[in-house]
C-alpha cells in the first residue's frame, strides 16, 4: 500500500475519532480542539469585529498625531482585553470599557458577536465599574446537563441545582433568597428540580417539612426525611399552626440570647452561638393551588386562615431560620385573596414551561418582561428548562440535571438518622415503612439530563 494511501487512512481514521469525540465528550473535544481554534479565532479578528459592531472609540489626539507624521490615518481603538482563557464550556476574557462607553453597549452587541465568532452564545455582564465580562459559550450546554463533581463552595444552606445558559450554576441560597416560587405545567421538570433540591437538603442537618393536599402523592415518597407531612387541607392548617408556634419561639429565644452572655446582638437565628442555634426548616408546598381551593362557606374560612398563616410565615420566617418552596402548576391572582402578597414575598423565581401567561406574568414579569416572554417560548421537548430570576433584575435560562424518582427515595432512606429532633412536629411525623434503616454514606446519583 502506497504512502498516499495510508496517509489518506490515518487522516478519515483521525476524523472519525474527531466526530466522535465531538458528539460523545465535547468538553474533552472542547478543550482539545474548539478553545484553541476559537482563541486564535477571537485574537485575530477582535480589532475587526469590534470596529464591525460599533463597539470601538476614536484614537486619541496622540495616536492621531503619530499617525499623521507617518503619513497615515489614525484606526478606531476597540477597548482593552484580557488572553481568553479556557472554561469547561467556551471561554471568558475580560474587557476595559473606554470612556463614553457603557455594559449596555455591548450586551446589546452580543449577538452580532456570536455570529462573528461562530459561537453558541455570548454573554457580557459588568464585573466592576469600568470592566465587564465576555463569556463565551462553545455549544448548547443545556443539552446535557449533569450534577457538578466538585462540590460548590457556599453556605450550609446552598446548594447547586440548574446550569444556566452561561455555563455558571444557579446555587439556591436559602440565607440570600429565602423564599422561591417554582412553576411548571405537567411534564415541564419542575418536579426534576423539586428533587434536586431534596436530594441535596437530605443530605443537610435541616428540618424538612411537606405540605401536600393532594393526599401526598408528590412528597410521599421522601416521607422518610420528612419531619413533618400534612397531606390534606385540614392538617396542613394543623401544621401552619406549629410551624407559627415555632417561629415564636425561635423569635422569644433571640431576644432572650441576643447580647446576653457575651452573645453579639443579633436579629436572626444565624447570629446566635451553634449549639444554642435552632435547626433551619424548609417549609416545601408542592402544589400552591390546592391551599386556594374552596368549596364551601368552612373551606374559605380554613382557606383564608392558611394563605395569611403562610404570608406569615414568608414576611417573618427569614430570621427564625424558617424557609419556603412554593411549587405550582399555575399562579395567578385568580386563585384568590393573598395570592399577589405571598408572590412579592416569593423573591426566587423559577418558572419552567407553563400553560398560560398569566402565570408567567405572575412568576416574572416584576422581574423582567423579557424574563416573562422567554418563560412562554419554552419548547415542550427540552423538558428542566426554565427561567430563573430573582428581585434583583436578573434572569437566565438553566436546566436541572435528571434525577429520577428512585434515586432520591433511596437518598431519603438512607439520610432517616438525620432527621432533626423537633417535638412540636411529632404528631405529623410521616409514618415511615417498616425496616427503613439509615445507611452508610450514599453514594452520588449518576444525573442524566431530562428527558421525561
Not at 507617518?70 to 478606531?76: H, M
Not at 399555575?330 to 418558572?351: H, I, N, Y
Given at each position: 500500500m502506497t504512502n498516499s494511501?495510508?496517509?489518506?487512512?490515518?487522516?478519515?481514521?483521525?476524523?472519525?475519532a474527531t466526530l466522535v469525540l465531538h458528539r460523545r465528550f465535547p468538553v474533552a473535544f472542547w478543550w482539545l480542539v474548539g478553545y484553541p481554534l476559537v482563541a486564535l479565532r477571537v485574537l485575530a479578528t477582535y480589532r475587526a469585529t469590534m470596529d464591525a459592531c460599533g463597539l470601538t472609540v476614536p484614537a486619541s489626539a496622540v495616536r492621531r498625531a503619530t499617525a499623521r507624521l507617518?503619513?497615515?490615518?489614525?484606526?478606531?481603538v476597540p477597548p482593552r482585553r484580557t488572553f481568553p482563557l479556557p472554561t469547561g464550556f467556551g471561554l471568558v476574557m475580560r474587557l476595559r470599557i473606554a470612556t463614553g462607553q457603557a455594559p449596555e453597549d455591548f450586551i446589546a452587541s452580543a449577538d452580532r458577536l456570536r455570529h462573528a465568532w461562530a459561537a453558541h452564545a455570548v454573554h457580557i455582564r459588568p464585573v466592576k465599574p469600568g470592566w465587564i465580562e465576555l463569556r463565551l459559550i462553545g455549544w448548547d450546554v443545556l443539552a446535557d446537563v449533569r450534577r457538578p463533581r466538585r462540590q460548590q463552595?457556599?453556605?450550609?444552606?446552598?446548594?447547586?441545582?440548574?446550569?444556566?445558559?452561561d455555563g455558571r450554576w444557579h446555587v439556591r441560597d436559602f440565607r440570600a433568597v429565602p423564599h422561591e416560587l417554582i412553576l411548571g405545567a405537567t411534564q415541564s421538570g419542575k418536579s426534576v428540580y423539586l428533587r434536586n433540591l431534596l436530594y441535596g437538603l437530605a443530605r443537610r442537618p435541616v428540618v424538612l417539612v411537606g405540605i401536600d393536599c393532594k393526599w401526598g402523592v408528590e412528597l410521599a415518597p421522601f416521607s422518610p426525611r420528612l419531619s413533618a407531612l400534612a397531606d390534606t387541607p385540614e392538617r396542613a392548617n394543623d401544621l401552619l399552626d406549629v410551624l407559627l408556634e415555632e417561629m415564636e419561639a425561635r423569635f422569644r429565644l433571640i431576644g432572650v440570647k441576643s447580647g446576653a452572655d457575651g452573645v453579639p446582638l443579633t436579629s436572626d437565628v444565624w447570629g446566635l452561638p451553634e449549639k444554642v442555634r435552632p435547626v433551619?426548616?424548609?417549609?416545601?408546598?408542592?402544589?400552591?393551588?390546592?391551599?386556594?381551593?374552596?368549596?364551601?362557606?368552612?373551606?374559605?374560612?380554613?382557606?383564608?386562615?392558611?394563605?395569611t398563616k403562610i404570608i406569615?410565615?414568608?414576611?417573618?420566617?427569614?430570621?427564625?431560620?424558617?424557609?419556603?418552596?412554593?411549587?405550582?402548576?399555575?399562579?395567578?391572582?385568580?386563585?384568590?385573596?393573598?395570592?399577589?402578597?405571598?408572590?412579592?414575598?416569593?423573591?426566587?423565581?423559577?418558572?419552567h414551561r407553563v400553560n398560560d401567561e398569566s402565570s408567567a406574568n405572575m412568576a416574572l414579569a416584576d422581574i423582567s418582561p423579557e424574563a416573562a416572554l422567554a418563560a412562554t417560548s419554552i419548547p415542550a421537548e427540552r423538558p428542566g428548562v426554565a427561567i430563573v430570576g430573582d428581585s434583583s433584575g436578573g434572569w437566565s435560562r438553566a436546566r436541572s440535571p435528571h434525577l429520577t424518582l428512585e434515586d432520591v427515595a433511596a437518598v431519603c432512606r438512607a439520610t432517616t438518622a438525620l432527621v432533626p429532633e423537633l417535638p412540636r412536629l411529632d404528631a405529623f411525623r410521616p409514618a415511615v415503612a417498616v425496616g427503613v434503616e439509615a445507611a452508610g454514606p450514599v453514594a452520588p446519583v449518576a444525573a442524566r439530563p431530562v428527558t421525561e
Open positions: 494511501a495510508w496517509t489518506l487512512i490515518l487522516c478519515l481514521l483521525a476524523l472519525a507617518v503619513g497615515k490615518e489614525a484606526a478606531p463552595r457556599g453556605g450550609p444552606l446552598s446548594l447547586p441545582m440548574a446550569l444556566r445558559d433551619p426548616v424548609v417549609v416545601v408546598v408542592d402544589e400552591v393551588a390546592e391551599l386556594f381551593l374552596a368549596a364551601n362557606r368552612d373551606d374559605e374560612k380554613r382557606r383564608d386562615a392558611m394563605v406569615r410565615i414568608a414576611q417573618l420566617g427569614r430570621a427564625a431560620g424558617i424557609y419556603l418552596e412554593v411549587c405550582g402548576q399555575r399562579f395567578g391572582s385568580e386563585l384568590g385573596k393573598g395570592a399577589t402578597m405571598l408572590r412579592a414575598q416569593l423573591t426566587g423565581r423559577v418558572c
